[in-house]
């Protein structure tokens, strides 16, 4: 059984820091890319960045990038997501999400399993 177990979520102050853990289990890891979604309310789910475990090549949205960084730890079959510099607008729940493909994207379609979220929340 695929799952997936997110952590590391928070209430922190604007321009602050969070590191989000994305624990894999269930599948061979290596065979599949990784991805972080978030929502927050009233507005659709995006992609934030996402990452191939076998080939690297990380993907991040325009709004974060210089800012986050995900980055897997494959020993640990973990993905993180290091958040920095946090804004108010990056107020959401957060999503790991895996799909078996060595290529990684942001659209949540093409993932088949979904973590059940972590909350960040940005004070102003």
């Known amino acids: 059984e695929v799952q997936l177990v997110e952590s590391g979520g928070g209430l922190v102050q604007a321009g602050g820091s969070l590191r989000l853990s994305c624990v894999a289990s269930?599948?061979?890891?290596?065979?599949?890319?990784i991805g972080w979604f978030r929502q927050a309310p009233g507005k659709a789910r995006e992609g934030v960045s996402c990452?191939?475990?076998?080939?690297?090549?990380?993907t991040y949205i325009g709004s974060v990038k210089g800012r986050f960084t995900i980055s897997s730890d494959n020993a640990k079959n973990t993905v993180y997501l290091q958040l920095n510099n946090l804004k108010p607008e990056d107020t959401a729940v957060y999503y790991c999400?895996?799909?078996?493909?060595?290529?990684?994207?942001?659209?949540?379609?093409?993932?088949?399993?979904w973590g059940q979220g972590t909350q960040v929340t940005v004070s102003s």
């Open positions: 990452i191939s475990v076998t080939e690297g090549n990380p």
């Open positions: 999400t895996t799909r078996r493909s060595i290529v990684a994207s942001l659209e949540d379609t093409e993932y088949d399993y």
């Open positions: 269930g599948f061979r890891y290596e065979d599949y890319s």
